[in-house]
Nanobody, 125 residues
Framework: QRQLVESGGGLVQPGGSLRLSCAAS????????IGWFRQAPGKEREGVSC????????NYADSVKGRFTISRDNAKNTVYLQMNSLKPEDTAVYYC??????????????????WGQGTQVTVSS
């Protein structure tokens, strides 16, 4: 059974940092694209960043470029999202998701079909 479990969310002041983790089980990252998405209250879900398990070419939403960094550790079957210079508008529930993709690229608009339960990130003073 393919599962994704997020961790690392919490409360942080504006300008602070958090690192989210997405631990995968039941499959290996090698042929999957892993994406981070977020949803704030009253807003639609937004793609934040993605990476393929066999590629070092991540993609980022414009709203987080230069502040967030996605990375992976295939030995741990885990994808990370390092979030720096956090802003109040980054407040949301953050989800990781996976989709099987033989081609070694990721696109945030792909139909991700395995989802974690989400972790809350709150940026507030």
């Amino acid at each position: 059974q393919r599962q994704l479990v997020e961790s690392g969310g919490g409360l942080v002041q504006p300008g602070g940092s958090l690192r989210l983790s997405c631990a995968a089980s039941g499959f290996t990252l090698d042929y999957y694209a892993i994406g981070w998405f977020r949803q704030a209250p009253g807003k639609e879900r937004e793609g934040v960043s993605c990476i393929h398990g066999s590629s070092d070419s991540p993609n980022y939403a414009d709203s987080v470029k230069g502040r967030f960094t996605i990375s992976r550790d295939n030995a741990k079957n885990t994808v990370y999202l390092q979030m720096n210079s956090l802003k109040p508008e980054d407040t949301a529930v953050y989800y990781c998701a996976a989709v099987f993709k033989f081609r070694r690229q990721c696109v945030l608009s792909d139909a991700y079909n395995y989802w974690g339960q989400g972790t809350q990130v709150t940026v507030s003073s």
